[in-house]
């Protein structure tokens, strides 16, 4: 009896021992898409800080098109 105890105590382990390593796996990849994201992120924001640098006033047009849209779509609950 105690032989099956141990063995199911040893194959728990194992399957434990594999779980864990998929996670880590898992986490590893997660972190590598997030950095990519963050990177991405970071040019996107780059990008639209010279846009507004270089040319304010489309910039200040283009945010108050935006907004009139958006508050027109919300008016009439379009958007909700």
Known sequence: M???HAQ???EETTDA???A??????LYALEEQVSGSKEQLEKLNATAMNLIRDQPLI???GAFGV???LG???SRRWIV
Do not use: Q, R, T
């Not at 390593?21 to 898992?26: C, D, F, S, T, Y």
């Open 2 to 4: 105690s032989s099956e």
């Open 8 to 10: 199911e105590i040893d």
């Open 17 to 19: 021992a594999e779980l």
């Open 21 to 26: 390593a998929k996670l880590e796996e898992g």
């Open 59 to 61: 910039a200040v047009a």
């Open 67 to 69: 907004g009139y849209l």
């Open 72 to 74: 027109s779509l919300a």
